[in-house]
């Protein structure tokens, strides 16, 4: 199966600061996603990007298919950014054949 | 719309009993999937399944069962709960666009 690498593992930020997270995947991935999971365990689907760019509000993500990595942007930080990133993703269609996690990143937004 | 529900949030077993966790989703996905979370890990995927009656084991299946009567429902059945399952468990769905949806999670310890 495929491997997924997330960098870095840990980052701590002054509120306002901007981030960038990184993803790196083994091989091609079909069904790349980002997941913020808050302090208090919820799992949040951010991005469905299996390829291109994409923004919601404070958050983008882009997607480079072709050389097997994805980038999640952070701007303005609050402190309710905390928490952990998951990227993750497939090799098959849809969700069948479920989903292949790196170990995420952490984030602390400081006040 | 609900979206996945887990039951319990939170469960004790001692070693050797056995016990399901309950997930089901209003969303009408075909896909549904099973994952653990252990610290310092992403999720991991236990079971998986394509639609009613189609199941798959993922990276870590072992000591685990799972049956999809119906496209709602989605059990996970710990036959013979050993300390090693002592983990947070995650459900999920997605439909054939591939954005997952996660339940709340079910925190299980086995002592």
């Known amino acids: 199966g495929i491997q997924v690498e997330q960098s870095p593992p840990d980052l701590i930020l002054q509120e306002g600061a901007n981030s960038t997270l990184r993803c790196n995947f083994s091989d091609s991935v079909n069904n790349l996603q980002w997941f913020h999971q808050n302090p208090w365990g919820q799992l949040i689907n951010l991005f469905y990007i299996p390829s291109g760019t994409k923004q919601n509000g404070r958050l983008s993500a882009t997607t480079v298919a072709t050389e097997r990595y994805s980038l999640l942007y952070i701007s303005s930080s609050q402190t309710t950014d905390s928490g952990v990133y998951f990227c993750?993703?497939?090799?098959?269609?849809?969700?069948?054949?479920?989903?292949?996690f790196g170990k995420g990143t952490h984030l602390i937004i400081q006040p | 719309n609900a979206g996945v529900t887990q039951t319990p949030k939170f469960q004790v077993l001692k070693t050797g009993q056995s016990m399901t966790l309950q997930c089901a989703q209003d969303m009408n996905h075909e896909y549904m999937s099973w994952y653990r979370q252990d610290p310092g890990m992403g999720l991991r995927l236990i079971h998986y399944s394509v639609g009613a009656g189609i199941t798959d084991q993922g990276e870590v299946p072992n000591g685990y069962n799972v049956s999809r009567s119906t496209t709602e429902d989605f059990p996970l059945r710990l036959l013979s709960a050993a300390p090693s399952q002592t983990s947070v468990y995650f459900c999920?769905?997605?439909?054939?666009?591939?954005?997952?949806?996660f339940g709340q999670g079910t925190r299980l310890t086995v002592v």
């Open positions: 993750a993703g497939d090799q098959g269609g849809g969700g069948a054949d479920g989903l292949t």
């Open positions: 999920a769905s997605s439909s054939s666009r591939g954005t997952e949806a």
